[in-house]
């Protein structure tokens, strides 16, 4: 790489203001030469690297015999050299020995060596350099007042930003960097007891819920935080936010999917006839939505307790799912105004059935430093098809403690697929000890009497049986999945907003069956249906083990068909997906509170 130096620059930029100087060998202009000089086009080239400028240049008409080298240097006080190509500050910084402020912006430096600034420098801009610390800056360096390092790739500043090193620093803007641990650099950073602006905007830190407050209660000399004035009523709401006891770098992404429109009309169900003991095979069709997300470092306990929004009161409550390895919570969007709902726990990794492993959207997208298994899966509850939009009105709340992999993970474009959930149901011959029904749990029997009565003429009358006279149950295959539709969301805009909603068109996964073809079967069910295990063998081996005789498959009743694909979308109308994704932000010590009740974590 060409070495273009601070010294290489600074001389090109004079020679090319000043064309009639050489610096360190002024000397005296005839009369002729400057009437010239004034009639020149050198009066039109650009002032912008410096205040000092214009005074130079009228002092270099006027008295030229002044401008010594040492003069010049010593004039300048502020150099603005932006996007120079600039790779390294040397020594002849310090010839400018009155500097007082200085943008190295958009230059191509990797360092920058504290000693080789001027003693008398109080204001310095790195701005979009490739700076990933500043460990040669804090060497030795001026008494600074405000440092201006966004747009580098900054991660971790608690080795030299230490009030040691910067006694006088009262602004810094680390903006648009990669710092992700929020404790350990607002902890660091209160030691300065001199700062009164910081900006961290566009940091993974920004992501975590109490990152303002936590950012407030513990550098209390701080009067702006991400360019806005911070008033008494947000100190106030955050006081002694710090000491509780919450982790403090885990952020919380809240995705809800409020309807999906036009969905296409599932097949109906041939009609039950006991009186003929016709029982056809029956279908239950659901849908959920299901994708990838980031979801790292997120200890057990807090998985393992989800909080649940009462709708009365919009306090929260401890819920705790038993026989969970890992789960997250949903729950109400702040911002919503609809009731609110229950929060659900959902399995990343449930329904992980073999059928389900087939579905194309189990492809995790490959994301640059970010390992395949910190990206989960995550389903909705499925619900049933409706005439009206399908409203899917539980969310999920996606945790996760690698706020650095969340950063960049929010800059690509997430896929949320709708699913078709198909059950089968067939009937089959059992013998009188597997047809009686399960006994009712002691909490939940009824008092003898007519009511015991009652109870046992409707159990007796739910009993089906064939024309053979055989007793039949009902038993529910596995379920088949069918990817329906997706879309695509670009959540970039969390980085810098708590929400984002809208509704998108789907995108089907394959083409929509024709209306003539709504009786026919579906290929992939058929298939799926070819690999389920014989119902036969299963109830031989379940009489066998109870040692009564393999009761008979009843031709008509227990005959399995594969389920009908679905009917066509409605014409000349198209899916339509709604979204609603928020980042999760607490406003005070209040919430803090409540989440840590919630997540069960106070002792």
Request: proline fraction near 7%.
């Amino acid at each position: 790489m060409l070495n273009t130096s601070f010294t290489a620059v600074i001389t090109s930029l004079s020679r090319y203001t000043f064309p009639f100087l050489n610096l360190g060998d002024a000397k005296e202009e005839t009369l002729f030469s400057l009437q010239e000089l004034a009639r020149s086009d050198i009066w039109r080239v650009k002032e912008d690297w410096s205040n000092e400028i214009s005074s130079l240049r009228r002092l270099a008409v006027k008295k030229p015999t002044k401008l010594t080298e040492k003069y010049i240097f010593e004039h300048f006080k502020t150099l603005r050299l932006v996007d120079k190509g600039i790779n390294d500050v040397d020594e002849g910084l310090l010839k400018f020995a009155n500097l007082k402020e200085l943008s190295l912006t958009g230059n191509d430096l990797s360092s920058v060596k504290g000693a080789n600034l001027p003693r008398s420098l109080t204001v310095l801009h790195l701005f979009a350099n490739k700076l990933d610390n500043l460990d040669e800056l804090a060497r030795s360096p001026p008494k600074l007042q405000h440092i201006g390092a966004g747009h580098n790739n900054l991660t971790d500043i608690t080795s030299y930003i230490t009030p040691k090193i910067w006694p006088s620093l009262l602004s810094l803007d680390l903006s648009n960097n990669k710092i992700s641990h929020l404790q350990q650099t607002i902890d660091c950073l209160s030691l300065i007891t001199s700062l009164r602006s910081l900006s961290l905007v566009r940091n993974p830190i920004t992501l975590a819920p109490c990152y303002y407050g936590y950012t407030l209660d513990k550098i209390p000399g701080l009067t702006i935080l991400d360019d806005v004035s911070i008033s008494l009523d947000d100190r106030l709401s955050f006081n002694k936010v710090s000491s509780l006891p919450l982790e403090w770098d885990n952020a919380i992404i809240r995705i809800a999917f409020p309807s999906v429109t036009n969905l296409r009309l599932p097949p109906t169900n041939e009609e039950i006839d006991e009186g003929s003991c016709t029982y056809p095979n029956q279908n239950e069709y659901s849908y959920f939505v299901r994708f990838c997300f980031i979801s790292a470092g997120v200890s057990d306990h807090q998985q393992l307790k989800p909080f649940q929004v009462k709708e009365t009161t919009g306090e929260v409550s401890p819920v705790t799912p038993k026989h969970r390895k890992s789960s997250v919570s949903s729950g109400r969007n702040s911002r919503s105004e609809k009731p609110s709902v229950p929060a659900v726990v959902v399995h990343p990794e449930t329904p992980e059935t073999d059928t389900i492993k087939k579905l194309k959207v189990n492809d995790k997208p490959n994301v640059e430093g970010i390992p395949q298994d910190e990206i989960v899966f995550f389903n909705t509850d499925a619900v049933p098809w409706s005439e009206e939009p399908v409203q899917f009105h539980k969310g999920i709340d996606v945790r996760c403690s690698n706020l650095h992999g969340l950063d960049v993970y929010l800059h690509s474009a997430v896929q949320f697929t709708l699913v078709e959930k198909i059950v089968e149901s067939h009937t089959e011959v059992v013998s009188p000890d597997e047809a009686l029904t399960p006994p009712v749990p002691a909490h939940k029997k009824q008092p003898a009497g007519k009511d015991k009565d009652k109870k046992k003429k409707k159990d007796d009358k739910s009993i089906l049986k064939n024309k053979d006279g055989e007793l039949l149950t009902w038993i529910k295959d596995e379920p088949t999945y069918k990817e329906v539709a997706c879309i695509e969301v670009n959540l970039a805009t969390l980085l810098t907003r708590t929400n984002i909603k809208g509704e998108l068109e789907a995108q089907l996964m394959e083409p929509a069956p024709e209306c003539e073809r709504r009786g026919s079967f579906s290929s992939h069910a058929t298939q799926n249906q070819s690999n389920k295990t014989n119902p036969k063998k299963g109830r031989d081996k379940s009489a066998k083990s109870k040692g009564a005789k393999s009761p008979k498959v009843d031709k008509a009743a227990g005959k399995k068909k594969p389920p009908a694909s679905p009917a066509c979308v409605p014409e000349n109308k198209t899916l339509m997906m709604s979204y609603d994704i928020t980042r999760i932000v607490w406003s005070s010590t209040a919430e803090c509170r409540a989440a840590i009740s919630a997540n069960g974590e106070e002792g």
